[in-house]
């Protein structure tokens, strides 16, 4: 069983970047597709971002395409998502998951976006 460990978040100024990490403490993540997904205030938990298994292949929620980047190092057995040009609208709590939600959630990482 993967037990997710979310870290990066912070409170960050309008316009600013945060990078967020995932990794899963003696589980490998390498062979599965893993992404991204928020829960912002008064909102359902939503996706995020995307990375195949082999790391060939990524999508987007459509509204963050240009913004964010997902990627992963399968040498440290971690997921990241770089966001860039941060909105107040970006604040929530973000997790990481199986893209299937195979797993049970981690505790995700607070990302404030506020000036």
Not at 1 to 12: I, K, M, R, T
Not at 84 to 110: H, I, M, P
Request: aromatic share 14%; glycine share 10%; proline share 3%.
């Amino acid at each position: 069983q993967a037990q997710f460990v979310e870290s990066g978040g912070d409170l960050v100024q309008p316009g600013g970047s945060l990078r967020l990490s995932c990794t899963a403490p003696g589980f490998s993540l390498n062979r599965y597709d893993i992404a991204w997904y928020r829960q912002t205030p008064g909102k359902e938990r939503e996706y995020v971002a995307y990375i195949s298994s082999t790391g060939g292949s990524s999508n987007y929620a459509d509204s963050l395409w240009g913004r964010f980047l997902i990627d992963r190092d399968y040498a440290t057995n971690t997921v990241a998502l770089q966001m860039n040009r941060l909105k107040s609208e970006d604040t929530g709590v973000y997790y990481c998951n199986t893209k299937t939600q195979d797993f049970a959630w981690g505790r995700g990482t607070q990302v404030t976006v506020a000036s």
